[in-house]
């Protein structure tokens, strides 16, 4: 019957197991000074609702680990390692079937050995395989991103020597066994047979003494480097750091900074690498510089200084020097922005999540730039021009609006329509939240005055807040200035709670996300919808009867906070495929991969830097590659943004902007 015996030719093979568990203790002294390393920072409560984590854990492990669904959006490095990854755990199952059938059923014999060594073979092959496609990309390729350490070289070299001594081991083994007495069994190990072949001729005590060093030196290696991994902390120890990532990632909204206590909190926002969450500082050593976030960056693609590795990568580097300083009984911390990452950097953010999408070990990049900002302006008082004159508008004025939209009125919208407009005592269930920019810029003002017509065709009840309406705070959250945010929050709550309102109906998405996704957080828990989501509903109950479709080719674009942010692409889809269903194109990069419009994280008012290309005008190309007539968005920021680059690129009379509510108002008047 097929066998083979696990500790052929190698006497007092069980020594094998005394130096792994030294290699382990060495892992684990490591490990722990690393643990004691994130816990520089400050609690955080992803420790909790454990319970909770647990299954969404196991989901993310299903899509994203096994079947690397985030890895393949990028073909090549995404196949690239997988088949590392499933070789290696083959390789580990093997080893331990390998141990369990040795030491407690006896062998695996017959039929069953020969389909193991088959697997066994394919799994090794798999890894080797991925190694040299790993090392041609690192290499030779040298895509832009990637950033090469001598640990990256280490790690694969060390890789690579395990798997070829191992089919070397093997293969030896078979050339002084199977290979003359049992020639049908060693075809069974595709990678071993080769090697078993290459040393055919070799005498019998020869191939007894090279298995037998071999053997000694593959396992070796391979406790070197769990060793190496251990006490050098190397990108090997991903294997470890990003499950425990992926497990304490945030389960809350995506962006979502903590709140301060103004009054109380000893620094506002992180001058310190002290100042972030211990699970901030685990997302550092999880960071395997892949530049993945890069690649999405709409601002790094445009030419700004930022790039989300390159930030992460920098703050990792704090941390170190601030635990040399601690080993050292050091007091002084070393200063973050200004050194790296650079105040530059920081402001080029849009806060449009795309890295942390395409991440596929959830690292949370957006809450950091935050705190970073928090601290320029809440303690340091830097800030760009721009932004000053933003966040005192906010201050002076209830919105962000300088020039012209500062001379209207909030309620000036109103005028001349039958509207229910909440006086102080009055109660509505249902109000429609206009929004900073839907109810002051003229062309936004036109979109909400559809937005009217098409509730009050569809027989729904709401109001509005008019004068009293002020700005949710989320551009005053995004540049940093909390402490506005937090005045505006508590504000609009208990405009909401006096009004006793249950339903909020949004039409800009930065408003959805902050009074849907941030105000629980300050006593403010409500209904809250984006239009898009009402009209598809109200739309599939007959409530609102649209022409089979436009004379138009129209194409959408997701804007961030309402696709990536909360997971909003089909309703919009819907509603679209019920007025123009054989005329929408879509673009390369949409739904979960849509590109910025360069509008958000306070960019509406902040100005791009100097000598780069403008993100509104960059995602413009895509929009003329669909050939469409007609450019759609549901958020008033992008509207905005698609109207400058049009008249930027003199289209006006070949290509239009329009707000989705503007398009089922013109289906609504042909039906």
Request: net charge neutral; charged share 20%; hydrophobic share 45%.
């Amino acid at each position: 019957m097929a066998s083979r015996e696990v500790f052929w030719n190698i006497p007092y093979g069980y020594v094998i197991y005394v130096l792994a568990a030294i290699a382990l203790t060495f892992w684990a002294f490591g490990f722990y000074r690393r643990y004691q390393l994130w816990h520089l920072g400050k609690p955080d409560d992803s420790s909790k609702n454990i319970g909770k984590r647990i299954p969404v854990f196991i989901r993310t492990t299903l899509v994203d680990v096994l079947a690397h669904r985030r890895f393949l959006r990028d073909p090549y490095p995404g196949m690239m390692h997988l088949i590392i990854f499933w070789g290696f755990i083959i390789l580990l199952l093997a080893s331990a079937v390998d141990a369990v059938t040795h030491y407690i059923i006896g062998h695996i014999i017959g039929t069953p050995y020969l389909w193991f060594k088959l697997i066994v073979n394919i799994g090794g092959l798999l890894a080797l395989a991925g190694i040299i496609m790993a090392a041609y990309r690192r290499y030779v390729s040298k895509p832009k991103r990637l950033n090469t350490l001598l640990d990256d070289g280490i790690g694969m070299a060390l890789i690579a020597a395990m798997l070829i001594t191992g089919f070397m081991v093997e293969g030896l083994r078979q050339a002084a066994t199977e290979l003359t007495l049992h020639p049908d069994w060693a075809v069974w190990s595709a990678g071993g047979f080769l090697v078993a072949k290459a040393f055919a001729d070799m005498s019998q005590s020869s191939l007894l003494f090279w298995h037998w060093s071999l053997w000694w030196f593959h396992s070796v290696l391979a406790l070197a480097a769990i060793i190496y991994s251990g006490l050098v902390f190397s990108k090997l120890q991903h294997v470890v750091v990003s499950p425990l990532n992926i497990f304490f990632r945030s389960l809350g909204p995506v962006g979502s900074p903590a709140p301060i206590d103004i009054e109380n909190a000893e620094t506002l926002g992180a001058a310190t690498i002290k100042d972030f969450t211990w699970k901030h500082l685990l997302d550092l050593d999880a960071c395997t510089n892949c530049g993945r976030c890069q690649d999405a960056c709409p601002a790094w693609a445009t030419g700004k200084p930022l790039s989300p590795r390159k930030v992460v990568q920098d703050l990792k580097v704090h941390m170190l020097k601030a635990a040399n300083n601690q080993a050292n009984q050091s007091d002084s911390a070393p200063t973050l922005v200004g050194e790296a990452p650079s105040e530059a950097e920081i402001w080029a953010c849009t806060t449009c999540a795309a890295c942390q999408e395409t991440c596929p070990v959830y690292v949370e990049h957006i809450v950091k730039i935050i705190d970073l900002r928090r601290n320029l302006v809440l303690a340091q008082s830097k800030m760009p021009e721009t932004a000053q004159l933003m966040l005192r508008n906010m201050q002076s004025r209830g919105h962000p609006w300088a020039g012209v939209q500062s001379l209207r009125l909030r309620g000036d919208w109103t005028s001349g329509l039958e509207l229910k407009i909440l006086a102080e005592g009055d109660s509505a269930n249902t109000l429609f939240w206009v929004g900073c920019t839907g109810a002051l810029v003229e062309r936004n003002v036109a979109a909400t005055l559809s937005m009217t017509r098409v509730l009050k065709a569809a027989g729904v009840d709401f109001a509005v807040l008019g004068e009293v309406e002020t700005c949710c705070g989320d551009p005053a959250r995004r540049a940093g200035y909390e402490f506005q945010f937090q005045v505006m929050a508590e504000q609009n709550i208990e405009i909401f709670k006096n009004h006793q309102i249950k339903e909020i109906i949004t039409s800009c998405p930065h408003c959805y996300h902050t009074i849907k996704n941030e105000y629980p957080r300050y006593g403010g828990d409500f209904k809250v919808v984006h239009y898009t989501q009402l009209i598809a509903d109200l739309i599939s109950q007959g409530r609102l009867k649209l022409a089979s479709k436009l004379n138009s080719i129209l194409t959408y674009h997701d804007p961030c906070y309402l696709g990536r942010y909360n997971g909003v692409y089909l309703e919009p889809r819907r509603v679209l495929e019920a007025i123009s269903k054989p005329r929408l194109e879509e673009m390369g990069r949409s739904r979960n991969t849509s590109f910025c419009c360069g509008g958000g994280g306070g960019h509406m008012w902040i100005e791009e830097q100097p000598g780069t290309t403008k993100i509104n005008q960059m995602r413009m190309e895509d929009i003329l590659k669909t050939g469409a007539e007609t450019v759609v968005t549901a958020c008033p920021y992008c509207l905005q943004m698609f109207e400058e680059s049009i008249e930027h690129k003199q289209m006006k009379d070949s290509l239009k902007a329009r707000d989705l509510v503007e398009v089922v108002e013109a289906a609504m008047k042909q039906s």
